[in-house]
């Protein structure tokens, strides 16, 4: 059933249904009217007060209704102070009528009924679909049309502080809108476990999206293991592998990771007891010791004194050398 479809539902003077009246007391008409008005989630909450002394305007009496707020449809609104003024289709009639005093679906006052209500009997106008009562007004036979002492029932339920509940079949509170602002949640056993939902106190606008998918969030402090996900100039502290060893990043302003397959250039960095495969070129300044087999030409200056003992076999051509004193390997005799 959608609600607002007068075939369908069962309220009393709303729209274009029949009044229940029994012609001499139409002002409890009126409030159950207002009953199912309620019912509908449209009430005045706090405020919006009609004084009991009107004022005329344009030779009708003026009603001004302070600032407040009201439910439309379960949902909070506000109400800056208004004024309206009835019009000769208000007039007193043959008999003491009495009208509406509400707010319409587009936020504004307005009256509901007419001085026909009074023409041959007392009668109260009709609440239309969605409207929030504020008052009910009488309108006296023997009144002027000016009158600035008009009776006046004020409408109004005070709602402040609740909450909301939802219950099983069993009556187990499964979740609950809680007055202090968060979403409990019980689970499926009515224990003393609960979920409960908040937010941190908000300084300006936010919107949480959620995604379009069935999914489960990842917490800060849990562990979860995240897929295809991109994380723009993430700050990792430490890089774990799967077999419990730890990986630290020094904390420097800005590097590049060296990588296994990327042709890079290091700096200051120590090779402890390296292996050097494959072919190419050695380039720049070298400082420590050889030890081992050098095979292949050195091609270059060598610029410098070579302090220590060569260990192992020297392969290739050596010129000219000199180790304190002069020898020449031109002619390839032992200098000994």
């Not at 001004?64 to 208000?90: C, P, R, W």
Request: charged share 15%; proline share 3%; glycine share 10%.
């Amino acid at each position: 059933m959608t609600f607002g479809d007068l075939s369908n539902r069962y309220v009393t003077g709303m729209g274009n249904t029949n009044v229940i009246d029994d012609n001499t007391d139409s002002m409890h008409t009126g409030i159950i009217q207002y009953l199912n008005a309620v019912a509908a989630g449209n009430y005045v909450f706090s405020g919006m007060v009609v004084p009991s002394t009107q004022t005329v305007n344009n030779s009708r009496t003026q009603f001004t209704v302070s600032a407040g707020s009201y439910f439309k449809n379960h949902v909070l609104q506000s109400f800056s102070e208004s004024s309206i003024t009835l019009t000769d289709s208000f007039d007193p009639a043959v008999y003491t009528y009495y009208i509406f005093l509400v707010v319409n679906t587009s936020g504004q006052l307005a009256f509901r009924g007419t001085e026909a209500d009074g023409a041959s009997e007392t009668d109260v106008g009709n609440l239309n679909d969605g409207d929030v009562p504020i008052a009910l007004i009488e309108i006296n036979k023997s009144d002027a049309a000016n009158a600035t002492g008009r009776k006046i029932q004020h409408y109004g339920a005070t709602a402040k502080n609740r909450g909301f509940s939802v219950t099983n079949a069993s009556g187990v509170e499964l979740l609950r809108l809680d007055p202090a602002g968060t979403i409990i949640f019980e689970g499926t056993a009515g224990d003393n476990y609960k979920t409960t939902l908040t937010v941190t106190d908000p300084t300006a606008n936010r919107t949480i999206s959620l995604p379009n998918a069935s999914d489960t969030l990842v917490g800060r402090n849990t562990t979860d293991t995240l897929t295809n996900k991109t994380l723009t100039t993430p700050i990792i502290a430490t890089i774990k592998a799967d077999s419990d060893s730890s990986h630290t990043v020094p904390n420097v302003a800005s590097d590049t990771f060296a990588l296994l397959a990327a042709a890079q250039t290091l700096t200051n960095k120590t090779l402890t007891s390296p292996t050097i495969t494959g072919t190419g070129a050695i380039a720049g300044t070298f400082t420590g010791n050889i030890t081992g087999n050098v095979t292949g030409n050195v091609t270059g200056n060598l610029t410098g004194d070579v302090t220590g003992d060569v260990t192992g076999n020297v392969t290739g051509n050596a010129d000219t050398a000199t180790f304190g004193y002069h020898c020449d390997y031109s002619d390839k005799r032992d200098c000994g």
